[in-house]
């Protein structure tokens, strides 16, 4: 199944594009499409530091993914007063 994919930030820049198509197999999670995209791109993306929505509502590594899903990735924020 095709999975559209949005980059944000640090993510945008590393891999030089906003959106990139991923391939998954019937039955992929989040926590796959995260692996996925980051050894294809050279990305450290984990459940617990990248924050993940998808089709507009924010979702855990379990979510099951389905074909026409987009995703947005945002890398961990940080900063402060």
């Given at each position: 199944?095709?999975?559209?994919?949005?980059?944000?930030?640090?993510?945008?820049?590393?891999?030089?594009?906003?959106?990139?198509?991923?391939?998954?197999?019937?039955?992929?999670?989040?926590?796959?499409?995260?692996?996925?995209?980051?050894?294809?791109?050279?990305?450290?993306?984990?459940?617990?530091?990248?924050?993940?929505?998808?089709?507009?509502?924010y979702v855990?590594?379990?979510?099951?993914?389905?074909?026409?899903?987009?995703?947005?990735?945002?890398?961990?924020?940080?900063?402060?007063?």
């Amino acid at each position: 199944m095709k999975i559209r994919v949005q980059l944000f930030a640090s993510y945008r820049e590393a891999v030089g594009k906003e959106w990139i198509e991923q391939e998954l197999p019937a039955g992929a999670r989040v926590q796959d499409l995260l692996e996925s995209v980051g050894s294809r791109h050279g990305l450290s993306l984990s459940p617990g530091r990248t924050l993940v929505a998808r089709n507009l509502e924010y979702v855990g590594a379990e979510t099951l993914l389905e074909e026409g899903d987009e995703l947005v990735l945002l890398p961990p924020l940080s900063g402060g007063a």
